[in-house]
């Protein structure tokens, strides 16, 4: 387990710096390695963006034999540090998503998000403790982000959310979580009494009107995700380029600032022979 916990420890390492850690998720071996090749210090995925590549609705429901193969394929072109966004762990039984993490752990990934989502903080607590009871029985290591949708979902009314969302942080710390993601955490003022009083490193999610990631690493934020942002807007761009040559067939739009052939060859250029 040696590699793992060197990418694990580099992967933690990435939190602690004066600029938020940038992660523009990932959502196949593709666009991974398209993202690594750009200077990414890490990949990290979007749990929406996967489901669609995998032909499913974002939400729990990705058989765990399809994340598995997935993320096999996308650990197989990388080099820098992976963190899997495993939503809710796809089981409510804390020893059966330590299971499926562990499954995980064991293609080499660095890290893992795991969400509440509508459910008790006591829940994901528990789910964290088995993960990492099971991490450390392997002699492994990875690094938790613990997702909380306080905000994102309104799991409670605005003037409690950040309040709630310091609660379930800490809760999730003291079962070994290391880092928290609030995402829909917009106000710099929610930021800075979450950060405050927080021992975890704090991470948001990109979205229109956040501040930019200089200003929020002077909050405090050292971890800012895309999501499943770059995803939707791959997807726009699809759908527009296949409605337009649908109705007109023009070759010409196919022109518009492609990504050259070449350039993706030459990204699996060695891994692809493996």
């Known amino acids: 387990m040696s590699n793992v916990n ?46 669609w590549a995998l032909g499913y609705p974002d939400g729990r429901v990705l058989p765990v034999e399809e994340v598995v193969a997935s993320v096999r394929r996308i650990a197989r072109v990388l080099k820098v540090p992976l963190s899997v966004d495993v939503e809710n762990g796809y089981a409510d039984d804390p020893k059966q ?9 064991d293609l080499g990934i660095a890290g893992i998000n795991i969400e509440d989502g509508p459910d008790e903080a006591s829940l994901l607590a528990a789910k964290i403790e088995a993960i990492k009871n099971a991490v450390a029985k392997a002699g492994a290591d ?90 939707q807007v791959v997807l726009g761009r699809v759908k527009a380029m296949a409605q337009d040559f649908l109705a007109n067939g023009r070759s010409g739009t196919l022109a518009e600032q492609p990504l050259p052939y070449a350039e993706m060859q030459r990204l699996f250029e060695v891994t692809g022979a493996e």
Do not use: C, K
Not at 97 to 105: N, S
Not at 194 to 212: E, F, K, Q, S, Y
């Open 97 to 105: 998503v330590a299971e499926h993490v562990m499954r995980l752990v």
């Open 142 to 231: 990875l690094f938790v982000n613990a997702r909380t949708d306080v905000f994102l979902a309104s799991l409670v009314e605005p003037a409690r959310q950040p309040q709630e969302a310091i609660a379930r942080g800490n809760v999730y710390a003291q079962a070994g979580a290391d880092g928290v993601f609030v995402p829909a955490l917009m106000n710099p003022s929610d930021i800075e009494t979450i950060v405050a009083a927080t021992r975890l490193p704090l991470n948001v999610m990109a979205l229109p009107g956040l501040a930019d990631a200089a200003t929020l690493g002077q909050l405090g934020v050292r971890r800012l995700s895309a999501g499943s942002g770059i995803t």
């Open 6 to 51: 060197a990418s694990a420890s580099a992967f933690r390492q990435l939190h602690h710096n004066a600029t938020p850690l940038r992660l523009p998720n990932a959502w196949d071996a593709g666009s991974a390695r398209l993202i690594e090749a750009q200077g990414a210090p890490a990949i990290a995925t979007t749990s929406a963006g996967f489901a």
